[in-house]
């Protein structure tokens, strides 16, 4: 399968502070990507989702200010968690998609926050 | 809303034997179809994904698909410890949107 890698795999940071998460797809182009957050024992909570050149489409409760996307590339997308605090301390997961929209969607190997 | 039902589980499956798992979905004009495997504290890893209906079969993965039950099914044969995880069922419905099911805990007994 396709190769997604995502950047840092953990990271702890302090309340206040921002954090950025890189997703890049290696071996193909993502012509959409998918931001997840997941907290322990709970299913896959879709964030954002995100076609390059354009602005991240974001699910109904998720803050665009507080989490903003980037996506100016076909094997980049970025990650910005700012002004974090304890309660956005989760595992953070990219997804990448590319081709056609019934393509397969490919996961990075996640990102393990923490805010102290 | 467009959804994606799999019963959460556990499911507990002896080792050597087939574990069946299943998904059901809401939109009729879903077009593709596929199954992840997540183990505990690590991203989703795609299995298998279908696009017609019947039968495909990769090692000892089966993915099953029937558009008319608007059902699609996992089996794994010759289950082995390693296979313990949680399965997620994924749509990508009539618009592209993927939804995803909540997930099915395996877990195979030695």
């Known amino acids: 399968g396709a190769v997604v890698s995502q950047h840092p795999s953990r990271v702890i940071c302090k309340s206040g502070t921002s954090v950025k998460i890189e997703c890049r797809s290696l071996?193909?182009?993502?012509?959409?990507m998918f931001w997840y957050r997941q907290f322990p024992k709970q299913s896959l909570m879709l964030m954002a989702t995100?076609?390059?050149?354009?602005?991240?489409?974001?699910e109904q409760g998720v803050e665009k200010d507080k989490f903003l996307i980037n996506h100016a590339s076909l094997t980049l997308s970025t990650l910005t968690v700012t002004s974090a605090h304890p309660e956005d301390s989760s595992f953070y997961i990219c997804?990448?998609?590319?081709?056609?929209?019934?393509?397969?969607?490919?996961f990075g190997q996640g990102t393990r926050l923490t805010v102290v | 809303q467009k959804e994606v039902e799999q019963n959460s589980g556990p499911l507990s499956v002896p080792e050597g034997a087939i574990a069946s798992l299943n998904c059901t979905y809401s939109?009729?004009?879903?077009?593709?179809f596929f199954w992840y495997r997540q183990y505990s504290g690590k991203s989703p890893e795609l299995i298998m994904s279908?696009?017609s209906n019947g039968d495909k079969e990769d090692g000892r993965f089966t993915a099953q698909l029937n558009k008319a039950s608007q059902y699609v099914s996992l089996l794994i044969r010759d289950s082995q410890p390693s296979d313990s995880a949680t399965y997620l069922c994924?749509?990508?419905?009539?618009?592209?949107?993927?939804?995803w099911g909540a997930g099915t805990k395996l877990i195979i007994k030695p």
């Open positions: 995100s076609n390059e050149g354009s602005k991240a489409t974001y």
């Open positions: 994924a749509v990508n419905d009539s618009n592209y949107q993927l939804i």
């Open positions: 939109d009729r004009g879903s077009q593709s």
């Open positions: 279908i696009y």
């Open positions: 071996d193909f182009q993502a012509t959409t």
């Open positions: 997804s990448a998609r590319g081709g056609h929209p019934n393509a397969e969607a490919f």
